[in-house]
């Protein structure tokens, strides 16, 4: 998907790059083996230049991320799902100046880590490092500034999909429990109606000398984080289908 995207290129937008489609200018290398012109001369010109660029930057998520628009970052995922983890939080409360991360879950397909405050939360920064893509559910708004508020400085992967907005393009609208339900995806009874506001109340239970509530929590969190891929999967699937749907039209 991330050679066939023209959209990163300053000036093109979903209209021109359906064209390029539409002209059987499929991948970058299409347009810059293609022999007659294309749009114009000048403009082709400066696609050529990003096009050449976009290629000797093709392992660098940085690059792509900083360019797509905010709504078509799910182009990164096939090209560097290797690399990804998906990441959720969990706090004291929701306000970053005043509370505090309580948990927060890594799940990189394989293997789910969780780090807790007063134990060893201060390892998840060695942990993320080791990924170039960082996946989340409503993690623009929430989890990522509440991170980097509480740990400054820190160095996230430099490319993030935030499932929230993607969901939101294909109709699934509400909270990640809601989607979960509405596509069949289902949790733990140990966990069934746990939601934010109850994840507060299990850390303060938890602080209170109560390490069941802990548990509670943090299954919660690894549900949170599992259930991410499937969306994530299907989320991507349902976009690229979309995309070339209308090439064909």
């Known amino acids: 998907m991330l050679e066939q995207t023209f959209i990163h290129i300053a000036g ?11 002209r059987e200018i499929h991948r970058w290398q299409d347009f810059l083996q293609h022999k007659k012109p294309v749009l114009s001369p000048t403009k082709d010109r400066s696609i050529r230049r990003d096009l050449e660029a976009s290629l000797a930057h093709r ?22 799902k290797h690399r990804a983890v998906y990441l959720d939080i969990e ?13 927060i879950g890594l799940y990189d ?36 500034p509440f ?12 490319g993030h999909i935030d499932l929230r907005f993607v969901l939101k393009k294909l109709g699934h609208e509400g909270g990640l429990k809601k989607i979960e339900r509405n596509l069949s995806i289902a949790r733990s009874d ?23 509530a802990l548990k509670t929590l ?14 994530m999967e299907l989320a991507y699937d349902k976009m690229k289908s979309r995309v070339f749907a209308k090439e064909q039209i």
């Open 190 to 212: 140990e966990i069934d109606g746990v939601d934010g506001l109850e994840a507060v109340r299990l850390w303060h239970r938890y602080r209170k000398g109560d390490e069941k």
């Open 59 to 80: 392992d660098d998520i940085g690059f792509f991320n900083d360019r797509l628009p905010a709504g078509e970052k799910w182009r990164l995922f096939d090209k560097f």
């Open 109 to 144: 397909g394989t293997q789910v880590q969780t780090f807790v405050n007063g134990k060893n939360l201060d390892a998840f920064e060695v942990a993320v490092a080791d990924y170039d893509l960082v996946i989340t559910f409503n993690g623009a708004c929430f989890d990522l």
């Open 218 to 231: 943090i299954s919660y969190n690894n549900a949170d984080i599992v259930n991410l891929e499937p969306l």
């Open 12 to 22: 093109i937008g979903p209209k021109t790059e359906q064209k390029l489609w539409d």
């Open 91 to 103: 706090t004291s409360g929701y306000d970053p100046w005043n509370n505090d991360i309580t948990v």
């Open 147 to 158: 991170i980097q508020r509480s740990v400054p400085g820190i160095s996230l992967p430099k």
